[in-house]
Each structure stands twice: as C-alpha cells, then as structure tokens.
C-alpha cells in the first residue's frame, strides 16, 4: 500500500493543484491533500473553507481524501497517516530552490520519508493562488485557472 501526502495551503485551490492532485493519485494507492492552517499566515479563506472548497474539487478521485494540518511538521502528519512519500509540485526554479531545501530538511527530520516532485503542466506553470487572488480582485476572470466553485466564491468574497 503506497500512501502520499500532497501539501499546502490551498489559497485557494487552482486548477494547477488539482492537476498535481489527479497526477499524484495515479501513482498512489491513496493520497491525502493536507491543508495547512498556519496561524503565520494571513489567508483569504478559513481553513473549513478551504477544505471544503479542495472536498469537491476531489469528489470524483475515490483514493484522494483531504485532512487539516495544524501547525504541525509535514513529516510528522505522513509518518501519522502511514504515508512514505511527499508529493510536491514545481513550476519554475523559484518553487525548486524553495523545494530542494524542504525537501532536504525533510530528509534529515525523517529518512524513511521520500519527497518526489511532479513538474507543472505547461498550460498551469504561471498559475499559482496569489496571481489568480490578485486578477480575482480586481474583476478580472479567473475561470481558466480555478475549479467552477472557486471562481463563484472568488467573485462573490471580492463582490461584498
Ligand atoms: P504554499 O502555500 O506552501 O506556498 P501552495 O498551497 O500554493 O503552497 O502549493 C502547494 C504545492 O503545490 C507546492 O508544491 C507548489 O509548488 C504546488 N503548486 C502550486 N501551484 C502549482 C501549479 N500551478 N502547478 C503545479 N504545482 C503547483
């Protein structure tokens, strides 16, 4: 039985993600989405709602399902929910450098646990949560680069 873990905030949820997400479940037995509430960071959407909004992005992957992370190490939540793998997603030499480093970190904390990455699809490489938060706010239409539910609640969080 392989298990992974998929981590991150998920501020949220992009298309580019779910892209990681149905690659990742291919490769897996089963694979957890973690969605981090990391109380030093500020987030547009509470961590239910960002559950809630990864839940039914993933509705039809019957091995994927998604728990909270509350400041905890990564390491420790796979080693708690027997997974041997961290799944990550790159998209530039940015992200690699950032990766690279966790990922040796990561190692040192627990060798049993294995990081691998899965590098972006083209159409999703500029895709990321902040760029699409930013056209969001200012009206523009992010609906190339979100599930349909996220461009709803994005319109509707930037409407009020
Ligand atoms: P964080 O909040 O930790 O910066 P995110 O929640 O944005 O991270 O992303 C979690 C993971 O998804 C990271 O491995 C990141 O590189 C990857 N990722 C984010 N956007 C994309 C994308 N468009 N294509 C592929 N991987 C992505």
Same mark, same amino acid.
């Given at each position: 039985?392989?298990?992974?873990?998929?981590?991150?905030?998920?501020?949220?949820?992009?298309?580019?993600?779910?892209?990681?997400? =149905?690659?990742?479940?291919?490769?897996? !037995?089963? *694979?957890? $989405?973690? %969605?981090?509430?990391?109380?030093?960071? &500020? @987030?547009?959407?509470?961590?239910?709602?960002?559950?809630?909004?990864?839940?039914?992005?993933?509705?039809?992957?019957?091995? =994927?399902?998604?728990?909270?992370?509350? !400041?905890? *190490?990564? $390491?420790? %939540?796979?080693?708690?929910?027997?997974? &041997? @793998?961290?799944?990550?997603?790159?998209?530039?030499?940015?992200?690699?450098?950032?990766?690279?480093?966790?990922?040796?970190?990561?190692?040192?904390?627990?060798?049993?646990?294995?990081?691998?990455?899965?590098?972006?699809?083209?159409?999703?490489?500029?895709?990321?949560?902040?760029?699409?938060?930013?056209?969001?706010?200012?009206?523009?239409?992010?609906?190339?680069?979100?599930?349909?539910?996220?461009?709803?609640?994005?319109?509707?969080?930037?409407?009020?």
């Amino acid at each position: 039985m392989k298990i992974a873990i998929y981590p991150g905030s998920f501020d949220p949820i992009t298309n580019g993600h779910l892209d990681i997400i =149905v690659r990742g479940a291919k490769l897996f !037995n089963h *694979l957890y $989405v973690a %969605v981090s509430e990391n109380i030093s960071k &500020t @987030t547009l959407f509470t961590i239910n709602e960002r559950v809630k909004q990864v839940e039914l992005a993933i509705f039809d992957l019957p091995n =994927v399902t998604v728990v909270i992370v509350d !400041n905890k *190490l990564t $390491v420790d %939540v796979a080693k708690s929910l027997g997974a &041997t @793998t961290i799944v990550k997603g790159l998209r530039n030499t940015t992200d690699f450098e950032y990766e690279f480093t966790m990922a040796q970190i990561n190692k040192r904390l627990v060798t049993s646990i294995e990081t691998i990455f899965l590098t972006a699809s083209p159409e999703h490489i500029i895709l990321s949560s902040s760029m699409v938060k930013e056209v969001a706010k200012f009206g523009g239409d992010v609906s190339a680069f979100v599930p349909k539910h996220i461009s709803t609640v994005l319109s509707a969080k930037f409407d009020d």
